[in-house]
């Protein structure tokens, strides 16, 4: 039962480190994305607008 168990745990942290990088990579292409520059700059000049 505990190989069963080590194989288990293995493959969970392989597929969480597999996930939480391609999850990295996902929100990097996001921020980087050339037609999300607009948007990113009108949020980072709201808080000086003044309404």
Known sequence: MSSTYET???FARSGGTIYCFALFLGVLVYALWPANGET???AAESP???D
């Open 8 to 10: 288990l745990a293995e």
């Open 40 to 42: 990113f700059k009108k």
């Open 48 to 50: 000086l607008r003044e």
